[in-house]
């Protein structure tokens, strides 16, 4: 029915199979969508955030997407500035799942808000001693540009490239993709560090505040390097995910175990900065700040084996598996590294986010508590809902794999 | 931050924050309006045409951008750098004046070609009438590939065509394919039936030179390589039962289809 739409030379599934397939996603998101209109209209008591909790799953979730979206500005750098020209395989991916990470974000953010048509007073009230003013002016700025980056691709459906006017823009717009991915990297270096920046300023909190490295507190610097690890390893999930999903091979494998090498060697840097940082925490930040330490990892539930995990179990172990050209060969052990280094920064994000604010910094505070309500969660699902639609959705009519077509034909010509 | 927020002063930090952000968002805007003011500064037909082609030529898989001398056996896996323009093809000179020696063998490929004419990739041959004056129709693949189509819609008389733009345009049900022409020059004539049209087209200076266009013994070659792109195209759910090989290929190869040519076409007659 919808045969004219599809990419040329590549098979896809009947409608009415894609159409039942993402239909419980799309009540998913319904569902998100009503959470979302009860908490514009009846106030953000529908949340179990308060006053002490403010930071809850939004926020995490924020963050850990933004993380997770930084396979689009580096990707875009690598193959754009750089000439990494293997990249030109996933680029279409990396820039769909970014725009959807980015977009997610922002949507959630101006739930979390709580009042979205005051938005635009973050920029025309900014408070400049706030991270958050950074980060909202590249946020926004940044989403531009993916939806700039995102017209391309939309264009080279089939049916739009036969109209002539349309085919030129893309001709003539993708010329400029290099000044789009050097501006992406300009804004992702800066709200990417500013979010880790927004933590290590806070004197009150003495388990994230950090030492300032020139202007901004090291988490700053720490937020970027995570952010580039992971982004490669979650585009290569990714990836490997709509394969087996679709049952077709859809990039070569060396791209595959590029990124994971990428990604490897990112996770090693921000490790060894990562254990220095600590190390300079433990032995003089916080005992400065009157806390020694091990304090805060004296509860059971956040106790010293999250560090540690966080530090070496999916951080320094999935990197020097990534860094052995012998392991990474294999797909399984390349898969398995990938996804620890994901759950590692997701894991960071909650510590920074969660324990930060769980953790009592006062003589009368306790350990404080939360679960989110069952409207966070039906937020939190709507963006996942909405993120599986729009890929589902490119993945079906758009050339998001430009290998994909090849790979097909050297299938056949094998069979 | 902003001069109008009650007590606002100036400060480095005020001023280097906007100059950056403005410099940013300057730079987005102009990418994207340059873009808009590209695409509209191409908007005359040449420009057009060419950035079609090339974008068309980009997209083309590597069986089909062989050069001619590679389809020949004259060297080993060459693909063409230049969108098969070999009148400015610095290697095709060269592979010319050395006079490589050929495969000896022909293949059997089941179709017509004419020992008189040369072949344009878009499955179009051109026949010179006279000095400066050739024909133009569609070769015997592009012919099957087409069967009875529903419409041809030629060019005016007097019009321009050129190299690897559209010469005229075939319906058939919701198909349609814009015909590449070969050359350059004028139109002077058109016609014939559905199923075996022609073009008569006057020769512009640069359209004399025919050096970009397959000579019969290396359109032998090609067109084996397209059979087997045109069986590559089958191999989804295009075509019922079909056997791998063997046999001829029908003479209206849509009728013989599941589904509307549209995904044949586009992908034989090269098309955006």
């Known amino acids: ?97 970014g725009l959807i990470c980015y977009s997610g974000a922002v949507a959630i953010l101006m739930v979390d808000v709580g009042q979205p048509l005051r938005a635009w007073f973050t920029f025309w009230h900014p408070n400049t001693h706030s991270m958050l003013t950074e980060v909202t002016f590249c946020l926004t700025c940044y989403l531009i540009v993916l939806l700039l980056e995102y017209v391309p691709i939309v264009l080279k459906n089939r049916k739009l490239r036969q109209i002539p006017s349309f085919l030129v823009f893309e001709f003539e717009f993708h010329k400029l993709m290099p000044v789009l991915a050097g501006v992406g990297t300009v804004l992702s270096f800066f709200h990417q560090g500013s979010l880790g920046g927004l933590y290590g300023v806070m004197r009150g909190r003495p388990f994230v505040f950090r030492e300032e490295i020139g202007i901004w507190p090291s988490t700053f610097f720490l937020f970027i390097l995570s952010a580039i690890a992971a982004g490669p390893s979650f585009l290569l999930l990714t990836t490997w995910l709509v394969e087996r999903i679709s049952g077709k091979r859809l990039v070569k494998r060396d791209v595959l175990q590029f990124l994971g090498r990428l990604s490897g060697i990112l996770i090693i840097v921000y490790v060894l900065f990562k254990a220095v940082d600590t190390l300079i925490w433990i032995n003089s930040t916080s005992p400065a700040s009157g806390f020694p330490a091990f304090e805060y990892y004296e509860r059971k539930e956040f106790g010293t084996w999250i560090l540690l995990s966080e530090i070496i179990l999916f951080g320094l172990v999935p990197g020097l598996i990534l860094m052995r050209k012998r392991w990474r060969s294999d797909i399984r052990i390349l898969l398995g590294s990938a996804l620890m280094i994901v759950l590692g920064i997701a894991l960071n994000r ?41 890929y589902s959705i490119s993945f079906r009519y758009l050339p998001l794999f430009p290998q994909e077509r090849e790979m097909a034909r050297s299938q056949e010509a094998r069979a | 931050m902003t001069p109008w927020v009650y007590e606002f002063r100036w400060e480095t930090g005020h001023i280097l924050f906007l100059l950056l952000f403005l410099s940013v968002a300057i730079t987005v805007a102009a990418a994207f309006l340059a873009a808009l003011y590209r695409s509209s500064r191409d908007r005359s037909p040449n420009l057009q045409n060419r950035i079609i082609w090339k974008a068309i030529f980009d997209e083309l898989p590597r069986e089909a951008r062989s050069c001619r001398h590679e389809l020949a056996g004259e060297v080993r896996n060459r693909p063409c750098p230049n969108g098969f323009n070999c009148r400015t093809c610095v290697t095709h000179a060269l592979l010319l004046r050395e006079n490589r020696t050929p495969i000896s063998e022909f293949p059997a490929v089941g179709l017509e070609i004419p020992e008189d004419r040369l072949y344009h990739r878009g ?94 013994r290396e359109a032998r070659f090609w067109l084996l390589k397209e059979l087997e792109r045109l069986q590559m195209c089958f191999s989804g759910s295009l075509a019922g039962i079909t056997l791998a090989d063997g046999g001829n290929l029908v003479p209206d190869v849509p009728s013989a289809m599941k589904e509307d040519c549209a995904m044949v076409w586009e992908e034989m007659f090269l098309q955006p």
């Not at chain 2, 559209?166 to 919701?174: N, S």
Request: hydrophobic residues 50%; proline residues 4%; glycine residues 8%.
């Open chain 1, 1 to 97: 029915m919808d045969n004219y739409l599809l990419p040329r030379g590549v098979y896809r599934g009947p409608l009415w199979k894609f159409s039942l397939l993402m239909f419980p996603w799309v009540l998913l998101l319904a569902w998100g969508l009503y959470a979302v209109f009860l908490c514009l209209a009846e106030g953000l008591n529908q949340t179990n955030m308060d006053n002490r909790f403010a930071f809850g799953l939004w926020i995490y979730l924020d963050l850990t997407v933004i993380a997770l979206g930084a396979g689009a500005f580096s990707t875009g750098f690598l193959l754009y500035i750089l000439k990494r020209h293997e990249l030109k395989a996933v680029i279409n991916s990396a820039v769909v799942l």
């Open chain 1, 350 to 390: 909650f510590v920074l986010t969660i324990q930060t604010l769980a953790l009592p910094t006062l003589t009368f505070d306790k350990f404080l508590s939360y679960a989110p309500s069952w409207q966070e969660v039906a937020a939190f699902a709507a963006v996942i809902a909405y993120g599986v639609l729009l």
């Open chain 2, 123 to 216: 499955h179009t041959w051109i026949k010179p009438e006279s000095e400066d004056s050739v024909r133009i129709g569609l070769d015997d693949l592009g012919k099957r590939l087409a069967g009875s189509v529903d419409q041809v819609i030629f060019p005016t008389l007097g019009d321009k065509v050129e190299v690897n733009g559209v010469c005229c345009t075939m319906k058939r049900g919701g198909a349609l394919a814009r015909i590449l022409s070969p050359v350059e020059g004028t139109v002077v004539a058109a016609g014939g039936s559905e199923s075996d049209w022609f073009l008569r087209v006057k020769l512009s200076e640069a359209g004399k030179d025919l050096r970009h266009l397959l000579t019969p």
